[in-house]
């Protein structure tokens, strides 16, 4: 499901790019299996096709899909973007530890907010140490567009 939140500050190519690559990366989008053709996303989405094509364009260079001249666009079968898309993140969250324990944050506030993002099965530890993290969805905005692949 793709959706546009027109109260986010990113441009909208780069969440319908962030979106693909999640639903990709989480195997909800199976390796070549067929992404809705631009003009079909941009009517769905009411966009502009320029945008989808840009959103595409960026996808196939980073190599999430493919396109078949003709046929359409692919979602590819590299097992590697899972994995390169974690090593990302974890090259971020080691970035991010850093400059919490520079600003005086502990393993216990770490272990709190980790405890609070991942669920239950770590609220009960999280509970002893000295941080408290609330984590609430975002909520839908009026006017946010939503696709179903």
């Known amino acids: 499901m793709i959706t546009i939140d027109y109260q986010d500050r990113r441009p909208i190519y780069e969440q319908i790019v962030e979106r693909f690559q ?6 909800i989008l199976e390796g070549d299996s067929q992404l809705p053709s631009v003009r079909q996303m941009a009517s769905d989405l009411s966009l502009n096709p320029n945008t989808i094509q840009k959103a595409y364009a960026i996808l196939e ?10 046929r359409g666009n692919f979602v590819s079968a590299n097992k590697d973007l ?7 993140w974890l090259n971020e969250l080691d ?11 502990t393993a216990e506030d770490v272990a709190a907010a980790a405890a609070a ?11 002893k140490g000295r941080a408290s993290v609330q984590t609430e ?3 839908k905005m009026t006017g946010d567009k939503e696709v179903t692949l």
């Open 22 to 27: 999640l639903l990709i990366v989480r195997g």
């Open 137 to 139: 969805p975002a909520g």
């Open 61 to 70: 260079k980073d190599g999430y899909i493919y396109s078949v001249k003709g």
């Open 117 to 127: 993002v991942f669920g239950a099965a770590g609220r009960a530890q999280a509970t």
């Open 95 to 105: 970035a991010c530890l850093k400059k919490g324990r520079e600003l005086g944050a």
């Open 82 to 88: 899972a994995e390169g898309k974690k090593r990302a």
